[in-house]
């Protein structure tokens, strides 16, 4: 009989656990409806359509020394008022959406968004093909 409730109490304390690190990472990757709202809306005041939900949602740490990649980056970012550099260090959360329109033209891109502390700190408009490009966004702040 002791034997059996050992067993058991094991087994519940094994379920214990794997139901909490599934909630753990759904809680880390999932988005609430809030931020993607905010998203959704500062993309449509840039005349940018895109899906209703982000395709892909990444932790990424933004170096504290930028290589030539980031340098660029950061500097396409500056032509529209975001800066980059106070996040070096930091893990900041990428939202990636598929767009449908800009200007209410089709167009085939992605839209990626850094937010720190639930505020967007980067923002651009790529297209990875052969003839792609990345654009930033506004920032709202510097306008």
């Known amino acids: 009989m002791i034997y059996r409730l050992k067993k058991y109490k094991f087994i519940f304390i094994g379920i214990l656990i794997s139901f909490s690190v599934i909630m753990l990472i759904i809680g880390l ?22 899906q209703e939900k982000p395709l892909q949602i990444s932790h990424i740490t ?27 260090g930091k893990t900041v959360i990428k939202y990636t959406y598929k767009v449908i329109t800009i200007n209410q033209e089709s167009i085939t891109a ?11 700190i980067a923002a651009d408009i790529s297209n990875t093909s052969q003839n792609g490009f990345i654009k930033s966004i506004p920032n709202p702040k510097a306008e």
């Not at 660029?72 to 970012?77: A, H």
């Not at 937010?115 to 967007?120: E, V």
């Open 110 to 120: 992605y839209a990626n968004i850094f937010l720190y502390d639930n505020t967007i």
């Open 62 to 88: 933004i170096p504290n020394n930028f290589d030539k990649i980031y340098e660029t980056y950061n500097e396409i970012q500056n032509q529209s008022g975001f800066d980059l550099i106070p996040y070096k």
């Open 29 to 50: 990757f999932s988005m609430d409806n809030s931020t993607n709202e905010m998203i959704i809306s500062y993309l449509n005041s840039n005349n940018i359509t895109v």
